[in-house]
Every structure is written in C-alpha cells, then in structure tokens.
C-alpha cells in the first residue's frame, strides 16, 4: 500500500510537472511576438513648399495625375519606413504607432505630429498582422526643415500592440531628403 | 593601361547575392566616413535584416515621355500607361540574368535610357508645358518622345513622372557625329555619355515652382545650362554635369571626391544607392540592374580624335606630348587614363566651395580623365572656364607658366586624347 502510494504520488508529481511544462507551451503557443525593425527613413524637405500650402497636397505627396494637385517646387514631407513581423502564431490586432519622437543630432528632443500610416503600398494599414506574416508601414510627419536639423536627426517610434504590449525602434540618423540626389 | 581600381575582382554574382561583399565595399568606398553623406548610407545600406535591403523593388514597367502625354497633361488628363515595357525589354525575363558581358551592357543602355533615377514634381510641369521646352534646353525628337523623361506607376500605385540618366548624360548631336558614334552610345538624336550643357534644370525648378504659387530660390536661376547643385546643404555650389566616360580609369566620384572607387563594383553600389535615394527612401532598384548600368557607363567612349586632315603637324603633337609629360603627367597620368589621385583644395586656383560642402565636402578635388577633353568645354568643376586656353591661363597652377606657342602645342595635344 505504501508502495503504491509512493508510486501514485510520485506519478502526481510527474503528471503535475508535464502539466505545468505543457501549460508553459500552451502559452508560448499562443503568444503573440512582434518585431520592428527599421528599413529607411527621411526628414523630407520644406524647399519649394508655400507656406499657406497643405503639406498633403502637394506634388510629392498626391498623384501626379490628379489635376492640381499642388506644386512643382520639391516639398516633401518626412517620412519613416518600419518592417513589422508577427514572429508569434496569433493573429496581432490593433496594432499602431504610439508615439513619433525626433531627437536633433545635437539639439534637443521632440513629438512629431503623425501625418499618416499607410502600407508602404499607399494601402490603408488596419492594425492587423497575421502570423509568420511581415508588412512594411510608412509614418509620414511634417518637415522639420533644413535649419533645424542640419546634421540630421533620428527618429523614435514606438508601436503598440491592441493588448498594450509596445515594441519600440530608433532609427539610424536620417537627413533631410536631398532634391537632386546625385 | 592599368585601371584606377582592381582591389578585389568582383563578378555580377557577387554583387548580386552577397550582402557582406557589398557593405564591405560600401564601406571602403567612404573614405571619409564622417560626412553627412557617408553616414546616410552607411546607416542604412547593405544591413541583411534591416535597413535597405528590406525595400520593396522598384515597378519595372516605363515608358518615355511623348508628345501625346504633353497633351494629355495640358488638357488636365491622367497619364497612360498602355505604351509602358519593362525596362529590361519587352517579354523580357526579370529572373533570367545576361549571359555575358556583352548582354550586361545591352541591358545597361535601357537601364540609361529608361529606368527613372527620381520622381520630380517640377518634370510634370515641364512635360505638361511645351512653351517652356526651348527655353530650358529640352528637345522633342522626330519620334515624339523626350530623351530622359519618363512615366511609370511608383511603389505607392501613383503615376509619376521621373528622369532617367539620359536627361543629363546624353547630348543632341549632329549627323556626323552620330555617324562616328558607337552603336551603344546613340541614343536617338543624342550620344549617351556626354553632358548635356543646353540643359538648365534650375530654370526648369524655378519656372515650375512659380506656376505653382511658390516663390522659387533665386539660386536655381543662378545655376546656369549643364550644371546643377547636387548637394542640400543651403550652399549654392552647383557643380557642371560631367561627361562620363573614362570611368574605368577614374579613382573617385563627385567632384570632391567623396566616393573612392575600390572595386568595379564601386559604381554599382554607388548608382543602387542613387536610386534609393532618388525615390525618397521607398523602393529599391533591382541589383541586376544597376550592375548593368554600372557596365554600360563603364563601356562609354568620348567620339573618335579628330580625322586625319584637322590633325595638327606632327611637330607641334609631339612638342605637346613633351610638355604634357613634363608638366601634367605626374597628375594628369597618361598610364591611368590621363587622371590621378586627389589634391588639395588650397593648391588649387579656383573656388574651393565644392571642395568643402558641409555635406561631402572632403577638402579635395579629384584629378578629372582628360580622355575626350576636347569635348568637356566648359572646364572646371563649376563649368567657370570656357576653352582649354582661358582654363590654363586662368584656373590651372601650372597652366600659366604656358604660354604662346607652348601652349598651341599643348592643346593641340589634350586635343588628341
């Protein structure tokens, strides 16, 4: 009877432990991972915008099919291109960008006001991501314009995921975007 | 003739498919990685799982500017793309790479001609205003199309117009010219290769920035025909629009020499990230494609030496020959096609602005090819020299101490290279 009973209760502890191992595996089963990375990345250029001007309508930002669709002169909104991969097995939900912060090479700190998230597609980005699945977003914000930041400046993003998890990423130094590039 | 490179010997499949080979040479080529332009690339390219390796590529499919889009711009109607090809040729393969050298270069002159370098809002305006054409040095060939400029749906679905290495580095010629052109070279009306000086780019930004309600900078009137600002760092210092050939005895880029060119690959690397960078960070070229470009500028030949009877008396040649060796060549080197290392801004006569940029500026000027020189009028980085005499007694240390028929008979000599 001891025996057995020694044998029952060692088998409760195994059977306890597997449990507690398969209950770790289950979570790690089900346990949504995301990663951010960085892919590029500019402080566009305010050269050639007007002043009285949206920032949306102008040529380099509009299609250049759509008839007035602004100026000529080159302005550009900045912009930050970010890979996100659900490395998980859960489809992510809500995911969005939290916070966009500028810090100037030898300057000070600051918010950016977002002025889209698109796909790097111009599609919508809905703020879900599927399992095993990448897709690239594009975070464009208003230029900060040469003066400010003429050695150039990087940018942190932090993305949230719909349970509140965040993930954040600091670009390398981004510069303003050059108008002939050559 | 030895070339200014030969560091490693890199093939296409190197290029190609290995990330680590291609950072290293990224790396190599910034010799002065400290500048603002060193870094941005450096930050960025040739990083495996971040960075620019992750761009989505390019949309292959272009097609050049006509008469017809002109129109249809003007009338207020969306660009068609019906008439678009992929850049490599109609039915062509992108996954089938060329098979040799000659290939390579084949599919370099379509990557020239066709590939969009950038998107600009300004070419729109331009495409979409005739009356300015003339003005701007723009010319509408027999075919209808414009040379550099063309149409293409960019990675965000919008129809864009852009511009392609033709619009600067190809030049109108006439009919003997062509003639003595090789095949590889013309391009329409024009010869690839060589700088278009009748174009004045800033005019062309200035006039579409006015029409669109915006005061333009007064420093792109300043800028002239044949030559642009290529640097963004709120100095103007625009720089003439080199010819391009003479490439594989080059040991640097740009007039302040920023790049070193360390590996045949140095080009390649150089253009891919051109690209990148001309559309706005948001897509990259396929790498078969700027390593085709890279062969095709590397094929370039300036026109053929003048024909036997403008030839001067051998005497007066070889009289300049000897001065040459006597007083150039231990810059100007005849064994690395009459170019050279880097010198010193200071030591030089002309205006070091270019030399010492905030953005790439290295201290330096590059020792330019003097092969095709007779053809590179006007001289200097800055285009600021109109002939090879008023360079020499103006704009060249040593070109002073050379005078009267010294110095007939030394460009009667730079006249043969």
């Not at chain 1, 100037?104 to 700190?109: P, T």
């Not at chain 2, 040799?100 to 998107?119: C, Q, S, T, Y």
Request: overall charge neutral; charged content about 20%; hydrophobic content about 40%.
């Amino acid at each position: 009877m001891t025996r057995f009973k020694t044998t029952f209760i060692a088998l409760c502890v195994a059977l306890a432990a597997l449990v507690s191992v398969a209950g770790c595996g289950t979570d790690r089963a089900f346990e949504s991972r995301l990663e951010v990375s960085y892919v590029s990345g500019h402080l566009g250029t305010d050269q050639g915008c007007s002043s009285n001007a949206k920032l949306a309508d102008i040529a380099g930002a509009c299609a250049a099919d759509v008839p007035n669709c602004g100026g000529y002169g080159g302005c550009e909104e900045g912009a930050v291109t970010l890979q996100l991969a659900n490395t998980g097995n859960v489809t992510l939900l809500g995911l969005q960008l939290d916070s966009l912060l500028l810090q100037i090479v030898g300057g000070n700190q600051s918010a950016l006001s977002v002025l889209d998230v698109k796909r790097d597609d111009g599609s919508a980005f809905d703020g879900k991501l599927e399992p095993n699945a990448s897709i690239k977003i594009r975070v464009r914000f208003p230029a900060p314009g040469y003066q400010k930041v003429p050695k150039g400046a990087t940018i942190e993003a932090v993305i949230v995921t719909g349970g509140g998890k965040q993930q954040r990423v600091i670009t390398p130094e981004l510069h303003v975007l050059p108008t002939v590039a050559t | 003739m030895a070339i200014g490179c030969g560091v490693d010997e890199p093939t296409a499949e190197r290029y190609l498919g290995d990330g680590a080979f291609r950072r290293g040479v990224l790396e190599r080529s910034l010799w002065r990685p400290d500048l603002p332009y060193s870094r941005s690339l450096l930050a960025s390219y040739a990083l495996g799982d971040a960075g620019w390796d992750l761009l989505s590529p390019m949309t292959e499919l272009t097609a050049l500017v006509t008469r017809a889009d002109s129109e249809a711009l003007q009338a207020g109607r969306a660009l068609s793309l019906d008439d678009a090809e992929p850049v490599a040729g109609a039915g062509s393969d992108v996954d089938a790479l060329p098979s040799d050298e000659a290939a390579w270069v084949a599919l370099g002159k379509r990557v020239f001609e066709r590939l969009p370098m950038r998107p600009d809002g300004f070419l729109r305006y331009l495409v979409g205003t005739p009356e300015i054409w003339q003005r701007v040095g723009i010319r509408e060939r027999a075919d209808g199309t414009l040379r550099g400029i063309v149409k293409y749906r960019d990675v965000r679905g919008d129809v864009r117009v852009g511009l392609t290495c033709a619009l600067c580095h190809a030049s109108p010629s006439d009919d003997a010219a062509l003639a003595a052109a090789p095949a590889l070279q013309r391009n329409g009306d024009s010869i690839n290769g060589r700088a278009d000086r009748g174009l004045d780019l800033g005019l062309a930004r200035a006039l579409a920035s006015e029409a669109s309600g915006v005061s333009a900078d007064p420093r792109l009137r300043s800028w002239g025909a044949g030559r642009v600002d290529v640097t963004d760092d709120g100095v103007n210092t625009p720089t003439a629009v080199p010819d391009l050939w003479a490439m594989p005895y080059k040991t640097h880029l740009n007039h302040s020499g920023v790049i070193k060119i360390v590996s045949p690959a140095t080009s390649a690397v150089r253009f891919e990230t051109q690209y990148v960078l001309g559309h706005r960070m948001e897509t990259r070229p396929r790498r078969a494609l700027t390593w085709a470009l890279s062969r095709y500028i590397a094929a370039l030949q300036p026109p053929a030496p003048p024909s036997a009877p403008s030839v001067p008396p051998s005497a007066e040649l070889a009289r300049g020959k000897a001065l040459f060796g006597e007083r150039c060549a231990s810059c100007h080197r005849p064994d690395r096609g009459f170019a050279g290392e880097m010198v010193l801004a200071s030591q030089l006569m002309h205006d070091p602005a270019v030399a010492t940029t905030p953005e790439r500026g290295t201290g330096y000027y590059k020792v330019p090819s003097l092969v095709g020189v007779r053809y590179g009028a006007p001289y200097l980085h800055d285009g600021s020299e109109p002939t090879l005499a008023s360079l020499l007694e103006r704009g060249h240390p040593r070109g002073r101490a050379i005078s009267g028929d010294d110095q007939r008979a030394l460009i009667a000599y730079l006249e043969t290279l």
